[in-house]
């Protein structure tokens, strides 16, 4: 039960901490691993929509990603 209660406790720390540093995480995942963030979404999106082509999974990956990235607060 103790080990429950650690995971459950490294879980809301891991998702509170990305929830309030979310634009410094968009902005690091932007600067160190666009690529490798770019392959996971169309990954995913890929079982969504398999039907797609995957340049137009690229593609809607790739605008998102920009999207939220200059939704994020520029130092």
């Known amino acids: 039960m103790k080990a429950l209660k650690m995971i459950?406790?490294?879980?809301?720390l891991v998702l509170g901490g990305g929830y309030l540093g979310r634009d410094g995480l968009?902005?690091?995942l932007d600067q160190h691993f666009y690529e490798s963030t770019l392959s996971v979404c169309?990954?995913?999106?890929?079982?969504?929509?398999p039907d797609r082509l995957s340049i137009e999974?690229?593609?809607?990956c790739n605008?998102?990603?920009?999207?939220?990235v200059s939704e994020t607060d520029g130092d």
């Not at 169309?42 to 929509?49: P, R, S």
């Not at 605008?63 to 939220?68: C, D, L, N, P, S």
Request: glycine fraction near 8%; proline fraction near 0%.
């Open 26 to 28: 968009v902005r690091v």
């Open 8 to 12: 459950v406790l490294a879980l809301l």
């Open 63 to 68: 605008i998102a990603m920009v999207t939220r």
């Open 42 to 49: 169309v990954a995913g999106m890929g079982l969504l929509a």
């Open 57 to 60: 999974l690229r593609s809607f």
